[in-house]
């Protein structure tokens, strides 16, 4: 596949004036100084899916109004991202959307079935299919901005992270119609009709990069580019048949740059997480990553190894954890934390979302414990040699 990696030309690199990272409001938080590879004394905590099903708040507000709308809704999409920023004292807040957000805004007909996820009754499997695709005005995108600057104004320091769907993985609902095991539908059309494939990569890469661009601009201090379903996949079909529409879709938020406090220009950091992608962390970091989201299958000494020890890792706590009896959590959580100093730094997570049925005490009493940890941590240092 031979796709152009290089940003729109139009594109402008610099963050304005008024953005959080770019006045100085969130540069310094701990995620964003540790995004960018300082190990500070606090290890920043959030979760993948702390917003909405396993909070009662989000289910009270949620009632009547369909997910799709309630994504659309700035108001209640700024609401519900900040619940558990409140409820729970994570790090940052992860915006309330979803992936199929952008192929919606589109014009797709797309909607998301309760327990079950996005449907869409007439999938793309043909080459006309791909073809009759329609192109999505960036205006469109007007709720997603708004909802975003009304968050990040409620925020204060705290960093918002904004996120988007990789391309393999949209197009995983987009040819399946729905949520698969394998994503054979996918992969069949990636292998048998290689040019629609490459024409579909190209159009989920250009949604998903406006959709993620929309965001930073209006005010998220950091971006997530979720490959949830890359896992299905090859090394050698990830790198050469998904892996460039990944790096099409990055290069939109890809060197947009601030002044940090300590003078340096930096970039919005890029963190790019997959499930089961154990073996495609060195060609999913290459895309144009920043920091690897790790899921739980495998521990983050090991992940941060076959990085060649020099990349930011996020994760990775088993998910199943949090129904387990405390001391068996907390247990856990040490040695998640144990492991992950062997990266230049690291942001605690899960290894995959939140479960709609966790006890959110539980999530809260997470967070707290590893600010804890951090704080257990510096009291015990040695005290500064006082000066002769
Ligand atoms: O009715 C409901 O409450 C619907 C449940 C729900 C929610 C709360 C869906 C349907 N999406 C979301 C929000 C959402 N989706 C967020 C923001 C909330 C947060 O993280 O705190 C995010 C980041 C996503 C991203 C998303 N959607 C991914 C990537 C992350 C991941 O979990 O791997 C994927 C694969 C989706 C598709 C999707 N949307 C919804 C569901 C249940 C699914 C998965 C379906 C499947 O298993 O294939």
């Known amino acids: 596949m031979n796709l152009p990696t290089s940003p729109t030309p139009a594109d402008s690199r610099v963050l304005p004036a008024a953005h959080p990272l770019q006045s100085g409001r969130t ?11 300082t190990r500070g004394p606090v290890t920043p905590v959030w979760m993948m899916r702390q917003a909405g099903r396993s909070l009662p708040e989000y289910r009270a507000l949620r009632v009547g109004t369909d997910m799709l709308d309630a994504c659309l809704d700035p108001a209640m999409a700024s609401e519900i991202t900040l619940q558990p920023v409140r409820r729970h004292g994570v790090d940052a807040g992860i915006f309330f959307s979803d992936i199929v957000v952008p192929i919606k805004l589109a014009g797709v007909d797309v909607s998301i079935v309760a327990g079950k996820g996005p449907v869409l009754p007439h999938p793309v499997r043909t080459a006309d299919d791909v073809r009759n695709l329609p192109t999505l005005d ?6 997603i901005s708004e909802a975003v600057a009304l ?3 409620a925020l204060g320091d705290i960093p918002l992270i904004g996120f988007a769907g ?27 009709d290689p040019e629609s494939w490459q024409a579909l990569m190209r159009w989920t890469a250009t949604v998903t990069g406006a959709f993620l661009r929309a965001q930073i601009l209006a005010g998220a201090s950091a971006a997530q580019l979720f490959d949830s379903w890359a896992g299905a996949l090859s090394l050698a079909d990830y790198t050469a048949k998904v892996a460039p529409a990944s790096a099409l879709a990055l290069a939109r938020v890809h060197g947009l740059e601030y002044t940090a406090p300590d003078a340096a220009s930096r970039t919005v950091p890029i963190v790019h997480f997959g499930v089961g992608t154990g073996e495609l962390l060195g060609a999913m970091h290459d895309v ?13 000494d090991e992940a941060s190894r076959r990085l060649g020890g020099t990349v930011p890792l996020q994760g990775n706590i088993d998910p199943a954890f949090l129904a387990a009896p405390w001391p068996v959590l907390e247990a856990h959580v040490l040695d998640v934390l144990e492991r992950g100093k062997a990266a230049p730094a690291h942001v605690l997570n ?4 939140v479960p709609p049925d ?19 941590a510096a009291s015990s240092l040695p005290a500064p040699t006082p000066a002769a």
Do not use: N, W
Request: aromatic share 6%.
């Open 358 to 376: 966790t006890d959110p005490a539980v999530i809260t009493r997470l967070v707290a414990f590893v600010h804890q940890v951090a704080a257990d």
């Open 138 to 143: 960036e205006a469109a995108l007007a709720p």
């Open 27 to 37: 540069s310094a938080s701990p995620l964003v100084t540790t995004y960018q590879g």
């Open 350 to 353: 899960l290894g995959h979302g």
């Open 166 to 192: 990789a391309p393999f993985t949209l197009a995983a609902y987009l040819v399946e119609g729905g949520p698969s095991k394998d994503h054979i539908a996918a992969r069949t059309m990636m292998h048998s």
């Open 288 to 300: 144009g990553a920043d920091v690897m989201g790790v899921d739980y299958r495998i521990p983050l």
């Open 151 to 153: 968050t990040v104004d």
